[in-house]
């Protein structure tokens, strides 16, 4: 197949849905980790195509969704400083942090631009030398690459003016964590292709062996998903736990070399905190010290952050799988995304944002694949 629209193919997800009802004989609950899986599979209706033997639970792959609250007060905070240009992508604009969000900040007046890559950041700090430029990286492996070379070219070239806020996360540690859960139900993973694209699959057999649970690499349009649940499925039935890669149109088991090189030099693995979630050991990275000038939490010294979430927010265990969008009470009603309580309502990869998109409460299951549901 050569063009997106042949991985939407509805006759090849019948066939594909045929062989998933044939192999399953019991119930298994599967856990997406990306949340631009999330989207495909709301949006597409696989859950409700599925055999209702196969669960597919929401994990905790959104980026935004994961970045902690102290780390969105502190951007705030840089953000509304006198002669600082704060960059970011647009969807980290809507996260409410404790009080406001960087809309807010925007609009009483600080420089908030939205930006497509750090390169762009680090161009303005080159062209506005009297300004201090910061870029707000966030992200799991994929995005961490390219912010990994904006401090690197910002070092080479000798751009002083230039930061990173740094709040990368990594997925492996997330699946260990999932896992040592006490009420946790997930017996198997469709693991995120790009982040696979990125860093390969050496992380993950010792995970699978370690839990008894495959792990099988997926892509993100509906066939993607659909022979990742076949190839999982199929696995569980057998009894069987290896991690097998069902995206190598996009995945080889080295992944990028260039960019993990990039990621070495450039960041030290840390303990990171995970919105909704907690602190979650060696989970994310951090800039190494040969880097730490480029830290816009020293370079701007950050304190006396006080943290509030809403106390109706529950995320944390929309993050974790423990409870869908629709079971919250707050979901459609006080929390939508024009008033958002959480980041997971605003994110373009948070799990509330797919229900309340793709009108999950308001649809009935699509007849066939892949009927629409009405968006808007
Ligand atoms: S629906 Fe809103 S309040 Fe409920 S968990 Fe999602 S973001 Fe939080």
Redesign the pocket.
């Known amino acids: 197949m050569r063009y997106i629209d042949e991985f939407q193919d509805p006759a090849l997800a019948r066939r594909l849905l045929d062989d998933i009802r044939a192999a399953v004989t019991r119930p298994w609950a599967l856990m997406e980790v990306c949340g631009g899986q999330t989207h495909t599979i709301i949006r597409h209706g696989i859950d409700q195509l599925l055999p209702p033997e196969v669960e597919l639970i929401h994990g905790p792959g959104c980026p935004v969704c994961v970045t902690p609250l102290e780390v969105i007060d502190k951007a705030l905070e840089i953000a509304s400083r006198p002669g600082v240009v704060f960059c970011s992508f647009g969807d980290m604009l809507r996260v409410p942090g404790t009080g406001r969000d960087l809309f807010q900040v925007r609009g009483a007046g600080g420089d908030v631009r939205v930006v497509y890559s750090p390169l762009d950041a680090l161009r303005i700090a080159r062209e506005n030398p009297d300004r201090e430029v910061v870029f707000f990286g966030i992200g799991f492996e994929t995005t961490a690459p390219p912010n990994a070379m904006a401090v690197h070219q910002a070092r080479r070239l000798g751009i002083g003016n230039f930061s990173l806020l740094v709040s990368h996360v990594r997925v492996p540690p997330a699946i260990e964590a999932v896992m040592q859960s006490p009420d946790c139900r997930v017996q198997a993973f469709l693991a995120a292709g790009h982040v696979c694209s990125v860093m390969g699959t050496a992380e993950y057999p010792a995970l699978a062996d370690r839990f008894g649970v495959p792990i099988v690499v997926t892509g993100f349009e509906p066939l993607d998903i659909l022979e990742g649940v076949r190839r999982t499925v199929r696995q569980l039935e057998r009894g069987e736990h290896t991690v097998d890669n069902a995206y190598p149109r996009a995945v080889r088991p080295e992944g990028n070399p260039a960019a993990r090189a990039m990621l070495d030099d450039v960041f030290e693995v840390t303990d990171r905190a995970w919105r909704g979630i907690g602190v979650i050991p060696s989970s994310g990275w951090r800039l190494s010290e040969r880097y730490r000038a480029y830290d816009a939490e020293h370079r701007f010294s950050v304190t006396g952050i006080d943290t509030r979430e ?1 106390a ?4 944390g ?2 993050l974790q799988g423990k ?1 869908k ?1 629709h079971e ?5 009603t ?2 939508t995304p024009r008033t ?6 605003v994110s373009s990869e ?3 944002a797919a229900y ?1 998109l793709y009108r999950r409460l308001e649809t009935a299951p699509p007849a066939a694949p892949f009927e629409e549901a009405p968006v808007g």
Not at 312 to 315: G, H, K, N, Q, Y
Not at 340 to 345: D, E, I, Y
Request: charged share 10%.
């Open positions: 809403p109706a927010c529950r995320s265990e929309v409870l969008p919250c009470e707050a979901f459609g006080a929390c958002p309580f959480g980041a997971t309502m948070g799990a509330c309340y």
